[in-house]
Protein backbone atom coordinates (compact mmCIF):
# COMPACT_ATOMS: atom_id res chain seq x y z
CA UNK A 1 0.00 0.00 0.00
CA UNK A 2 2.99 2.64 0.93
CA UNK A 3 4.98 1.55 -2.20
CA UNK A 4 1.88 2.09 -4.39
CA UNK A 5 1.08 5.55 -2.64
CA UNK A 6 4.03 7.13 -3.76
CA UNK A 7 3.89 5.63 -6.94
CA UNK A 8 0.58 7.06 -7.94
CA UNK A 9 1.40 10.61 -6.89
CA UNK A 10 4.78 10.99 -8.34
CA UNK A 11 2.95 9.93 -11.52
CA UNK A 12 0.39 12.25 -11.54
CA UNK A 13 2.65 15.13 -10.82
CA UNK A 14 4.75 14.16 -13.68
CA UNK A 15 0.97 13.62 -15.56
CA UNK A 16 -0.06 16.87 -14.88
CA UNK A 17 3.04 19.17 -15.85
CA UNK A 18 3.17 21.56 -19.11
CA UNK A 19 5.32 23.29 -20.77
CA UNK A 20 8.34 23.34 -23.06
CA UNK A 21 11.37 23.79 -20.50
CA UNK A 22 14.69 21.76 -22.15
CA UNK A 23 17.07 20.58 -20.11
CA UNK A 24 21.29 21.80 -19.98
CA UNK A 25 24.12 20.47 -19.30
CA UNK A 26 24.58 21.08 -15.63
CA UNK A 27 28.92 20.91 -16.11
CA UNK A 28 29.97 23.48 -13.60
CA UNK A 29 26.80 23.48 -11.57
CA UNK A 30 25.89 22.68 -8.33
CA UNK A 31 22.67 21.39 -7.21
CA UNK A 32 20.95 20.59 -3.91
CA UNK A 33 18.48 17.91 -4.00
CA UNK A 34 15.45 16.56 -1.24
CA UNK A 35 13.84 13.42 -1.43
CA UNK A 36 11.33 10.35 0.08
CA UNK A 37 10.61 7.46 -1.02
CA UNK A 38 10.59 3.52 0.05
CA UNK A 39 13.19 0.94 0.96
CA UNK A 40 12.44 -2.86 0.52
CA UNK A 41 15.01 -4.12 3.01
CA UNK A 42 16.60 -7.76 3.19
CA UNK A 43 15.24 -10.44 6.34
CA UNK A 44 17.58 -10.65 9.12
CA UNK A 45 18.94 -12.84 11.42
CA UNK A 46 18.13 -12.51 15.34
CA UNK A 47 18.75 -14.29 18.59
CA UNK A 48 16.51 -12.92 22.18
CA UNK A 49 16.98 -14.23 25.03
CA UNK A 50 14.77 -14.85 28.09
CA UNK A 51 14.80 -15.31 31.36
CA UNK A 52 12.92 -18.02 32.49
CA UNK A 53 12.39 -19.21 36.61
CA UNK A 54 12.23 -22.68 37.11
CA UNK A 55 12.73 -22.57 40.87
CA UNK A 56 13.02 -18.91 43.15
CA UNK A 57 16.88 -19.95 43.47
CA UNK A 58 17.16 -20.81 39.57
CA UNK A 59 17.10 -19.16 36.56
CA UNK A 60 18.14 -20.30 32.81
CA UNK A 61 18.30 -18.10 29.64
CA UNK A 62 16.00 -19.51 26.70
CA UNK A 63 17.33 -18.74 23.64
CA UNK A 64 15.55 -17.96 20.18
CA UNK A 65 17.62 -17.89 17.05
CA UNK A 66 15.69 -16.97 13.54
CA UNK A 67 15.18 -14.54 10.55
CA UNK A 68 13.55 -11.54 11.50
CA UNK A 69 10.69 -10.46 8.44
CA UNK A 70 11.19 -6.87 7.28
CA UNK A 71 8.74 -4.67 6.24
CA UNK A 72 8.42 -2.23 3.56
CA UNK A 73 10.15 1.46 5.35
CA UNK A 74 9.66 5.01 4.76
CA UNK A 75 13.20 6.65 3.40
CA UNK A 76 13.55 10.38 3.21
CA UNK A 77 17.11 12.30 2.75
CA UNK A 78 19.12 14.85 0.55
CA UNK A 79 22.09 16.05 -1.03
CA UNK A 80 23.99 17.52 -3.18
CA UNK A 81 24.85 16.97 -7.33
CA UNK A 82 27.97 18.76 -9.17
CA UNK A 83 28.58 18.91 -12.88
CA UNK A 84 31.58 17.97 -13.70
CA UNK A 85 31.40 17.41 -17.41
CA UNK A 86 28.86 17.52 -20.02
CA UNK A 87 28.13 13.83 -18.88
CA UNK A 88 29.81 12.84 -15.55
CA UNK A 89 28.41 13.94 -11.95
CA UNK A 90 29.72 13.39 -8.54
CA UNK A 91 26.84 12.97 -5.70
CA UNK A 92 26.71 12.95 -2.43
CA UNK A 93 23.64 11.71 -0.45
CA UNK A 94 22.47 11.12 2.95
CA UNK A 95 19.23 8.79 3.56
CA UNK A 96 17.86 7.99 6.61
CA UNK A 97 15.42 5.21 7.63
CA UNK A 98 13.25 5.93 10.76
CA UNK A 99 12.16 2.42 11.40
CA UNK A 100 12.45 -0.82 9.80
CA UNK A 101 9.98 -3.15 11.33
CA UNK A 102 10.96 -7.00 11.75
CA UNK A 103 8.37 -9.92 12.86
CA UNK A 104 10.17 -12.45 14.60
CA UNK A 105 8.06 -15.97 15.48
CA UNK A 106 4.93 -14.38 14.38
CA UNK A 107 5.21 -10.78 16.36
CA UNK A 108 7.08 -7.75 15.57
CA UNK A 109 9.95 -7.99 18.41
CA UNK A 110 12.66 -5.54 16.54
CA UNK A 111 12.90 -1.99 15.27
CA UNK A 112 16.16 -1.16 13.42
CA UNK A 113 17.26 2.63 12.38
CA UNK A 114 19.96 2.98 9.77
CA UNK A 115 21.29 6.05 7.93
CA UNK A 116 23.51 5.61 4.27
CA UNK A 117 25.98 8.11 3.77
CA UNK A 118 27.10 7.58 -0.02
CA UNK A 119 29.39 9.16 -2.50
CA UNK A 120 28.90 8.57 -6.07
CA UNK A 121 29.61 9.03 -10.18
CA UNK A 122 26.61 10.03 -12.27
CA UNK A 123 27.25 9.74 -15.89
CA UNK A 124 24.35 11.62 -17.87
CA UNK A 125 23.12 11.12 -21.11
CA UNK A 126 23.47 14.39 -22.66
CA UNK A 127 20.16 16.41 -22.47
CA UNK A 128 17.44 16.88 -25.67
CA UNK A 129 14.56 17.53 -24.02
CA UNK A 130 13.37 18.14 -20.72
CA UNK A 131 14.13 14.53 -19.37
CA UNK A 132 17.95 13.66 -18.52
CA UNK A 133 18.07 9.96 -17.69
CA UNK A 134 21.43 8.66 -15.63
CA UNK A 135 23.32 5.95 -14.24
CA UNK A 136 25.26 5.83 -11.27
CA UNK A 137 27.10 3.65 -8.71
CA UNK A 138 29.25 4.64 -5.42
CA UNK A 139 30.47 3.51 -1.87
CA UNK A 140 28.04 3.70 0.54
CA UNK A 141 28.64 4.27 4.54
CA UNK A 142 25.82 2.63 6.59
CA UNK A 143 25.42 3.02 10.03
CA UNK A 144 22.76 1.74 12.06
CA UNK A 145 20.93 0.87 15.62
CA UNK A 146 18.13 -0.78 16.91
CA UNK A 147 16.34 -2.54 19.92
CA UNK A 148 13.96 -5.14 21.02
CA UNK A 149 10.18 -3.63 21.06
CA UNK A 150 10.08 -2.53 24.44
CA UNK A 151 13.01 -4.04 25.86
CA UNK A 152 17.11 -3.95 25.02
CA UNK A 153 19.04 -1.64 22.86
CA UNK A 154 21.49 -3.55 20.14
CA UNK A 155 24.77 -2.14 18.78
CA UNK A 156 24.69 -2.62 15.36
CA UNK A 157 28.63 -2.42 13.86
CA UNK A 158 29.13 0.65 10.67
CA UNK A 159 29.40 -0.87 7.28
CA UNK A 160 30.55 0.36 4.03
CA UNK A 161 29.02 -1.16 1.17
CA UNK A 162 28.18 -0.13 -2.59
CA UNK A 163 25.16 1.27 -4.39
CA UNK A 164 24.07 0.78 -8.43
CA UNK A 165 21.59 3.17 -8.79
CA UNK A 166 19.30 4.67 -12.41
CA UNK A 167 17.10 7.61 -12.51
CA UNK A 168 15.93 10.64 -14.66
CA UNK A 169 15.40 14.03 -13.90
CA UNK A 170 12.69 16.07 -15.32
CA UNK A 171 13.32 20.15 -15.81
CA UNK A 172 10.77 22.02 -15.53
CA UNK A 173 12.77 25.27 -15.72
CA UNK A 174 16.26 25.40 -16.11
CA UNK A 175 16.80 25.14 -12.57
CA UNK A 176 14.40 23.17 -11.39
CA UNK A 177 14.40 19.28 -12.11
CA UNK A 178 11.82 16.56 -10.52
CA UNK A 179 13.86 13.45 -9.79
CA UNK A 180 13.29 9.64 -9.52
CA UNK A 181 16.36 7.36 -8.43
CA UNK A 182 16.01 3.55 -8.16
CA UNK A 183 18.78 2.17 -6.49
CA UNK A 184 20.22 -1.52 -4.68
CA UNK A 185 22.47 -1.06 -2.15
CA UNK A 186 24.78 -4.06 -1.33
CA UNK A 187 26.54 -4.36 1.53
CA UNK A 188 28.42 -7.09 3.97
CA UNK A 189 25.76 -8.12 7.41
CA UNK A 190 26.97 -5.89 10.16
CA UNK A 191 26.91 -7.82 13.41
CA UNK A 192 24.35 -6.74 16.18
CA UNK A 193 25.18 -7.64 19.82
CA UNK A 194 23.27 -6.91 22.78
CA UNK A 195 24.36 -4.06 25.23
CA UNK A 196 21.81 -4.54 28.08
CA UNK A 197 21.11 -7.89 28.21
CA UNK A 198 19.31 -8.84 32.03
CA UNK A 199 21.03 -12.09 31.55
CA UNK A 200 24.43 -13.29 33.03
CA UNK A 201 27.16 -12.36 30.16
CA UNK A 202 27.02 -11.23 26.68
CA UNK A 203 25.94 -12.97 23.44
CA UNK A 204 25.71 -12.22 19.39
CA UNK A 205 22.34 -10.86 19.06
CA UNK A 206 22.35 -11.09 15.36
CA UNK A 207 23.52 -9.91 11.94
CA UNK A 208 21.99 -6.55 10.18
CA UNK A 209 21.62 -7.56 6.16
CA UNK A 210 21.66 -3.90 4.83
CA UNK A 211 21.18 -5.44 1.27
CA UNK A 212 18.07 -3.33 0.14
CA UNK A 213 16.00 -1.64 -3.21
CA UNK A 214 15.23 2.17 -2.48
CA UNK A 215 13.52 4.30 -4.68
CA UNK A 216 13.52 8.00 -3.93
CA UNK A 217 11.28 11.01 -5.47
CA UNK A 218 12.10 14.49 -5.63
CA UNK A 219 13.46 17.62 -6.39
CA UNK A 220 16.80 19.72 -7.38
CA UNK A 221 17.41 22.92 -7.59
CA UNK A 222 20.70 23.89 -9.23
CA UNK A 223 22.13 26.90 -7.64
CA UNK A 224 23.85 28.54 -10.56
Request: aromatic letters at 12%.
Amino acid sequence: MKKNLVFVVMATALCTLSGTALADSIKGKLGVTGRLGLMVPSDSEFTTATAVTIIPSFTIGVIETGKGKADTAFVGGGGFVYGVTDNFAIEVDVTHTPQIDYEFFGKQSFEITTTNVSLGLQYRFFPTNMLVPYLGAGVDFIISEGKYLGRDALDIETVVGDHLNAGVDLFITKRIALNADFRGVLAPKAEINNRNLSLPGNFKAGEYDPISFVGLFGVRFFLN
